[in-house]
């Protein structure tokens, strides 16, 4: 039988390695929240407005199984409420466009949709970085972007009133045709007006678009009145009709869900929408076979509190829930939806509108799920509490087939020295991230191989306060039941080591096999500049990177990492820096000395490496003082440390 094995510079961790390890003796942490101090949609900067103006283009780097771009940079860091989902597409012929909210003022009046295009997929074939919105002089935010007709694209965004959007039909040159008003909803008990949208395509003319998207309207001080919308065009966009969501066939369409919690996708003829973040209701799918004109529900994760009012004595309960937050969909070519959905735990334990929410190691996990199975996620022992827990008793394990990703060890497999104390806990990422491993992404290649990115806290990294965030990549071959959880850090490489990586998002890959897209939003400070409880003090250039993976999947007697662990001393050192190196097999070695910019001082051949532990050393006198990066490869593979000369 094959197994997945991704050929990369990620750290590689088998599902057994963490489950037979204990977790260490921390504590998790509590914090009171109230579900009525929500705000969402509006712009909020802390602090005093530093602003960096010279914005760089990120050079494409390529390692073993990955390239990656930096396609834009915005100072508006606030990609979404919750989660993000369709802000890149891939054509048929392989060229891939990605969106994002950017800004490059300090009033943020130029906040509007950055666009970069990759014809063919090839990554020298990225444009420069986007110097202005889309949209011109219309001010807006939370891009969703897809391909249209026969070699179109198409861009919904929201500004101040509704949604527009905007068309063009050659992708990636031309003109914008816009603004085209979707409309808001009429005859509904409120004026609600449109805004963050998702937006999916599908037909055999690839003419018909959904969009679906989220309203509020102010009833009272903190007391919003929230539905769900589906907007439908059959003719590529030019005209549209809006609608109550397909939730409104159960009576959920209001005051259930919230902004951005919420994501669509489309295969053909199949639509599949994913409705998830609410404390009080199910996780539920709506699929359509026949381009939207019907619906059929289906409950991913079960609520044993469906439907409760808060305020009722009943709604009380005294045990902690293992709950679903941010989630993402896809479509695979046989119509098959997919689903990975995080996790966070809370408890409704008083009458009324606070409820508390548990931060730590143990409160961690990214499920997986597909609409081949008959029922909701369950638990292996039945309660419904713990469905999506992955920790249990203290170890790692439980239900562990189940899930897709979670916090990655050490390289020995381990969760030693892990601090729930440097998890970043504050309000800005709180509806963000409001479980440790978040925000997840799936794509699917043409044979039905699924990998998934997620955010997760790296406790290998860390800026003396908080881990970093990282964007990790799992993967599942097609027709097997075996995740191989975290095989790569997308940010892995030395000009990442001090970025914390939110926002992913990701696509399908429509042409190549074995082929993965996905992106994200990085930035050298951790929190947010933009939103509620916002932490930053500057503004800060947050990058849009996005990266192309490719996975191998073969046999077992494939090439593997030779390179058991790779150290460097002395450290800091002054002449003669020593690398030493636990080789599982003998290989051929190559050492590269990268400083802080990435630029590359000093590159070597070194002799040949054997079975066990080799030392070999490199003169480092010529380099300045400074930080710098050897990276020492073998047989294809890469390992990057650190070291300072004095």
């Not at 960096?52 to 606030?78: H, K």
């Not at 993000?84 to 800004?103: E, F, H, K, L, P």
């Not at 076979?289 to 709604?315: A, C, H, L, M």
Request: with cysteine.
């Amino acid at each position: 039988m094959k197994k997945a094995l991704l050929i990369s510079l990620g750290l590689v961790l088998g599902l057994s390695a963490t489950a037979q390890h204990m977790l260490p003796q921390t504590e998790m942490k509590a914090f009171t929240v109230n579900s009525n101090k929500e705000i969402v949609g509006n712009d909020y900067a802390a602090g005093n407005l530093n602003y960096v103006e010279n914005q760089t283009m990120s050079p494409v780097i390529r390692w073993e199984g990955m390239n990656e771009a930096g396609v834009m940079m915005t100072n508006y860091d606030l990609q979404s409420n919750a989660f993000v989902s369709n802000r890149m597409y891939q054509a048929a012929d392989g060229s891939v466009a990605a969106v994002a909210t950017m800004s490059h003022q300090t009033n943020f009046n130029d906040r509007g949709t950055g666009y970069n295009f990759c014809k063919d997929g090839n990554f020298e074939n990225w444009g420069e970085m986007p110097n202005a919105r889309v949209e011109g002089d219309i001010r807006t935010g939370w891009p969703t972007i897809a391909t249209v007709g026969a070699n179109g694209e198409i861009l919904v965004s929201h500004a101040d009133d509704n949604l527009n959007c905007w068309i063009r039909s050659t992708k990636g040159e031309g003109n914008w045709e816009g603004p085209i008003a979707i409309p808001n909803p009429t005859g509904t008990q409120y004026p609600y007006k449109l805004s963050w949208a998702r937006m999916a395509v599908s037909g055999a003319d690839n003419n018909i678009v959904h969009v679906i998207s989220g309203s509020q309207y102010k009833i009272a001080e903190n007391q919003y009145s929230r539905c769900m919308f589906y907007s439908r065009s059959t003719d590529g966009g030019h005209t549209w009709t809006t609608d109550y969501s397909p939730l409104r066939s159960d009576s959920l369409e209001t005051d259930v869900y919230s902004a951005d919690d919420y994501a669509i996708a489309a295969n053909g003829n199949n639509v599949a929408i994913i409705y998830t973040g609410s404390l009080q209701a199910h996780v539920l799918m709506y699929k359509s076979t026949d381009n939207g004109q019907t619906w059929q529900k289906r409950i991913v994760w079960e609520n044993p509190y469906n439907g409760f009012d808060w305020n009722d004595p009943q709604s009380v309960y005294a045990d902690t829930m293992f709950g679903p937050a941010n989630a993402a969909i896809a479509v695979d070519n046989n119509g098959v939806a997919h689903v990975a959905l995080n996790v966070y735990v809370y408890i409704h334990s008083e009458v009324g509108d606070n409820y508390t929410v548990f931060r730590g190691l143990i409160c961690d996990g990214i499920a997986y799920w597909n609409d081949t199975e008959t029922t909701p996620i369950q638990d292996a022992d039945g309660n419904k509490h713990d469905a999506l827990r992955l920790w249990k008793n203290g170890q790692h394990g439980n239900n562990e087939s189940r899930f897709c990703g979670w916090i990655p060890p050490k390289e020995d497999g381990s969760y030693e020295g892990f601090d729930n104390d440097k998890l970043y806990v504050e309000e800005d990422y709180f509806r963000h991230f409001y479980g440790q491993s978040a925000c997840p992404a799936i794509s699917i290649d043409p044979q039905g191989n699924i990998a998934v990115a997620y955010s997760a806290p790296n406790m290998t990294r860390e800026d003396g306060k908080h881990y970093f965030r990282n964007i990790f990549v799992s993967s599942k071959e097609v027709n097997t039941d075996t995740w191989r959880v975290a095989t790569d850090n997308l940010m892995k490489e030395f000009q990442h080591q001090y970025m914390d990586g939110i926002y992913t998002f990701g696509v399908n890959n429509v042409k190549d096999n074995s082929t993965f897209w996905f992106g994200y939003q990085e930035d050298e400070t951790i929190g947010l500049n933009m939103g509620s409880g916002a932490t930053q003090s500057n503004v800060t250039d947050n990058n849009i990177v996005v990266s192309k993976v490719v996975l191998k999947f073969s046999d077992v007697n494939e090439i593997v990492n030779p390179m058991n662990s790779v150290s460097v001393r002395p450290n800091p050192v002054q002449s003669e820096l020593y690398i030493d190196v636990n080789a599982s097999q003998a290989s051929n070695m190559n050492v590269a000395v990268y400083n802080i910019t990435g630029q590359k001082v000093l590159d070597q051949n070194v002799s040949a490496l054997s079975t066990g532990v080799n030392t070999r050393s490199i003169n480092v006198s010529s380099l300045n003082s400074g930080v710098y990066f050897v990276t020492v490869s073998a047989n294809g593979f890469q390992e990057t440390k650190k070291f300072i000369v004095r």
